[in-house]
């Protein structure tokens, strides 16, 4: 399953960049017909703003048992790439697509998914890897070895899983983010992939958020991050297009304080982009 958001103003005769968003774990589909929170916000202002945001689910994230997630047994990130990949070939065959400008995004799995593209395909202008995975020894033994046994009994398995062994293989710009106190995907994972770029001679951007753990929930430090996030979207994507001049306001996007029932604050700590207007 697949979907497309396209902007409001969408116009077949025109070429438009496209953010894939990408989570690709086992048994964790992301196309719903259901409330998305800030991210689904986020995804929804990118679309405003002329960038189509393209969210497929490949086949071992589909949800439907057991059996679809058997591809992934001893073999992390192949089978999700090809069917990622098939994905970005129907895309590229859409008239309204160009093809030299997609980017594709994911956090913890989709972290470890965007590495791997990067450095496993040619299809990407750009990622965004966030609580990336990069070596699967590093990860608890309850899921890794659910799908990859122990690192005893399948060692190519391991390495051939783990992005950081082909960081010398890094195609498009990268961009690393993890919170310091990850005690989820701990921040082993990316220090060993940026180790292993500087090596490897590749450059790449990095940003890390203190005091926070696997998800980066403190507002401010939040909007921070959905700063960041799309000033290297529009910049590695290279749109101009429909960009509204907003965009780079550092006021444009800012937690919105509201009330809630339950507290004063944040509801359910979500963020809120952009201006509510005061009656």
């Known amino acids: 399953e697949a979907m497309l958001i396209r902007p409001p103003d969408f116009a077949p005769s025109r070429r438009y960049p496209v953010f894939?968003?990408?989570?690709?774990?086992?048994?964790?589909?992301?196309?719903?017909?259901?409330?998305?929170?800030s991210a689904g916000m986020f995804y929804q202002m990118l679309a405003q703003h002329g960038i189509l945001v393209w969210i497929i689910d490949n086949r071992t994230a589909s949800g439907k048992g057991a059996v679809s997630t058997w591809?992934?047994?001893?073999?992390?990130?192949?089978?999700?790439?090809?069917?990622?990949?098939?994905?970005?070939?129907?895309?590229?065959?859409?008239?309204?697509?160009?093809?030299?400008?997609?980017?594709?995004?994911?956090?913890?799995?989709?972290?470890?998914?965007?590495?791997?593209?990067?450095?496993?395909?040619?299809?990407?202008?750009?990622?965004?890897?966030?609580?990336?995975?990069?070596?699967?020894r590093d990860y608890d033994t309850i899921y890794t070895e659910r799908y990859l046994r122990t690192p005893q009994n399948n060692p190519e398995g391991y390495r051939h899983s783990s992005p950081r062994f082909n960081a010398a293989d890094l195609h498009g710009e990268l961009l690393l983010i993890h919170g310091t106190m990850d005690d989820n995907v701990h921040l082993q994972n990316t220090l060993q992939f940026v180790y292993a770029l500087q090596k490897a001679g590749k450059q790449f951007d990095l940003m890390l958020y203190p005091r926070s753990r696997h998800g980066v929930t403190d507002p401010e430090l939040n909007t921070h991050l959905r700063h960041k996030m799309l000033d290297f979207i529009v910049d590695q994507l290279d749109w101009e297009g429909n960009?509204?001049?907003?965009?780079?306001?550092?006021?444009?996007?800012?937690?919105?304080?509201?009330?809630?029932?339950?507290?004063?604050?944040?509801?359910?700590?979500?963020?809120?982009?952009?201006?509510?207007?005061?009656?």
């Open 20 to 37: 894939q968003h990408t989570y690709g774990g086992p048994h964790a589909q992301q196309v719903r017909n259901s409330w998305a929170g």
């Open 71 to 136: 591809p992934v047994y001893l073999h992390l990130g192949d089978q999700e790439l090809r069917d990622i990949e098939d994905g970005i070939t129907w895309l590229a065959e859409q008239p309204y697509v160009d093809a030299t400008r997609i980017g594709i995004e994911g956090w913890s799995y989709g972290g470890f998914l965007t590495s791997y593209a990067l450095t496993h395909s040619d299809s990407f202008a750009m990622g965004i890897a966030g609580g990336t995975v990069t070596d699967w």
């Open 243 to 279: 960009l509204n001049p907003k965009f780079k306001d550092s006021h444009y996007l800012e937690p919105v304080p509201v009330t809630d029932t339950r507290k004063e604050g944040y509801v359910d700590r979500w963020i809120v982009y952009g201006r509510i207007k005061k009656e």
